[in-house]
């Protein structure tokens, strides 16, 4: 796991194909400019990702703080990441509040 979001400077727009051990489909390039495109290959990157140089070229910190709410990953590895940096875990307590928010009407 990267020590900190800073560290994480991998590409935020194009296409980027990942390696064969991060991802084994048939589609092997990500459009970064299409969100589900985006958040599908994190998710597949931050589940894969055995090695920390692999994080450090695919991810990019601030991206991921963005996209981190609608991210769906495995409980342990949300937990992992949310403990070693309360930014995220900060980030996915944002948009629970704002959707809640959102759901119950201005009296």
Known sequence: MAGTLGELRGPTTGLVALPLRLWWGP??????????????????VLREAIRVDELRTYLDGATLARVW????LPRAVRAA???????LRLAAARRAADRLAEAVPAS
């Open 27 to 44: 589609q092997r390039a990500f459009d970064l400019s299409e969100p589900t495109m985006l958040t599908w290959m994190y998710e597949n």
């Open 69 to 72: 709410p609608d991210l769906n």
């Open 81 to 87: 990441w949310e403990t070693r940096h309360p930014r």
